[in-house]
Every structure is written in C-alpha cells, then in structure tokens.
C-alpha cells in the first residue's frame, strides 16, 4: 500500500499549488480520501473530504472557496488544488485514505511566503 503525494512547494502569498496524491495496492475507489495539514507546533487538521465516488466533498470552514478537493478514480489520485494561499496555510500536506483500513500518505511541504 502506497500513498505519495507531491506538488507541494514554496509559492507566494496569492499563489496557487495543486497537490496529489497517488494510490496503489488497495482498492482506491472504496475509500473516502482526506487531506490534512500539519504546521510547526500545531496538530494535524483535517483540510478537506470527499467520499468514495467523489459525489460529495467537504472543505474546512477557513479553506473554503479557496480549496477544492477532487479525485479521480480512473487513476487513483486525488487532488487538493489551493488557491490564494496564505502563509497561515505553511504546513506540511498529507492524504489519509479512510475505509475498511487506514492508510497515510508521508506528506509533502507547502511553503507560502514572499
């Protein structure tokens, strides 16, 4: 079982990544898919949510409408496209596979500053 993601990186304040996450050795199309973030100090938070067919999806109240998660089956990937990033949003990025098992990603660094 494999969870990689990548696309992270160092972006300016207003800037755009586009994270993902790639699965292999379990049936991806069972499972919910999370993003969470980590900072420095901080806990783990749990960033954004869609379930197994990708019919619904759910953004953490401070991220939405800046974040948007998505997935794509065919290729057992899924996504977090970020948009107008801040600094507060410096952290590193992991995806969770959450079904009969649970599965996590090693995360990859999002860096926001000018």
């Known amino acids: 079982v494999r969870l990689v993601e990548s696309g992270g990186g160092l972006v300016q304040p207003g800037g755009s990544l586009r994270l993902s996450c790639a699965a292999s050795g379990f049936r991806f199309s069972r499972y919910a898919m999370n993003w969470y973030r980590q900072a420095p100090g901080k806990e783990r938070e749990l960033v954004a949510t869609i379930t197994s067919d990708g019919g619904t999806s759910n953004v953490l109240d401070s991220m939405r409408g800046r974040f948007t998660i998505s997935r794509d089956n065919a290729k057992n990937t899924v996504y977090l496209q970020m948009n107008s990033l801040k600094p507060e949003d410096t952290a590193m990025y992991y995806c969770?596979?959450?079904?009969?098992?649970?599965?996590w990603g090693q995360g990859t660094q999002v860096t926001v500053s000018s």
């Open positions: 969770r596979a959450a079904g009969r098992y649970d599965y």
